[in-house]
């Protein structure tokens, strides 16, 4: 099965806390590509990362990080001293690479993370 | 570039009604698609194209009618409208190389009422 959980429903912090959004996927394929995107309260779809399944490293953009652990499948996302413009619901996101080229995202569940001023 | 577009913003419809949600991009991206977003499911892809006159089925296909004629353009239409339907509807469009991995553009969305 193809799949991605995102168990945390909601995530309630104070501004410059930091905070951690868990994500674990299920796939066969053993190339995959893993993403997280952010929906802020406007309601579009903007794009963070994007990571293949044989890069394990560790990825810091700014205030935003990425851990990738193949050993238990999952995909984590921090935000160090979050802000109140980090307020938004965040979604993991999954493509097998043996979904014939299609591009299909598996979309989780999204976590709606709210930080307080 | 407008990046990927759709029309309309919004739309109320009542059951039974029929409509079509447009959407394009300028991009030429061969690979376009249509997902719903519903409370606590994530987003779900509905219709999928990769390339002028190709589409094929997503996780959710029932109710819902593609077509692509051009790169450009790819409109989602709904037949009969249900209640069930009441939903936000995005359009995302990407290049295919790499396999299909690679970063889908999002439109900025349709929310759908069906009364």
């Known amino acids: 099965a193809q799949k991605v959980t995102q168990a945390q429903t909601e995530i309630s912090v104070v501004e410059k806390e930091d905070v951690t959004l868990d994500c674990v996927y299920e796939t066969r394929d053993t190339t995959y590509y893993l993403f997280w995107y952010k929906q802020p309260p406007s309601g579009e779809l903007v794009f963070l990362i994007r990571?293949?399944?044989?890069?394990?490293q560790n990825e810091i953009s700014g205030r935003y990080s990425w851990n990738f652990q193949k050993s238990t499948s999952s995909f984590n996302f921090t935000i160090t001293a979050s802000q109140v413009v980090d307020s938004a619901v965040y979604f993991c996101a999954l493509t097998p690479r043996g979904s014939g080229n299609t591009g299909k995202l598996i979309f989780g569940q999204g976590t709606t993370l709210q930080v307080k001023p | 570039n407008a990046g990927v577009t759709q029309t309309p913003k919004f739309q109320v419809l009542k059951t039974g009604q029929s409509m079509t949600l447009q959407c394009a991009q300028d991009?030429?991206?061969?690979?376009m698609s249509w997902y719903r977003q519903d409370p606590g499911m994530g987003l779900r892809l509905i219709h999928y194209s990769v390339g002028a006159g190709i589409t094929d089925q997503g996780e959710v296909p029932n109710g819902y009618n593609v077509s692509r004629s051009t790169t450009e353009d790819f409109p989602l239409r709904l037949l009969s409208a249900a209640p069930s339907q009441t939903s936000v509807y995005f359009c995302?469009?990407?290049?295919?190389?790499?396999?299909?991995?690679?970063?889908?553009?999002f439109g900025p969305g349709t929310r759908l009422t069906v009364l």
């Open positions: 990571r293949n399944s044989f890069d394990e």
């Open positions: 995302a469009s990407s290049y295919l190389g790499g396999g299909g991995t690679n970063e889908q553009f």
């Open positions: 991009m030429n991206h061969e690979y």
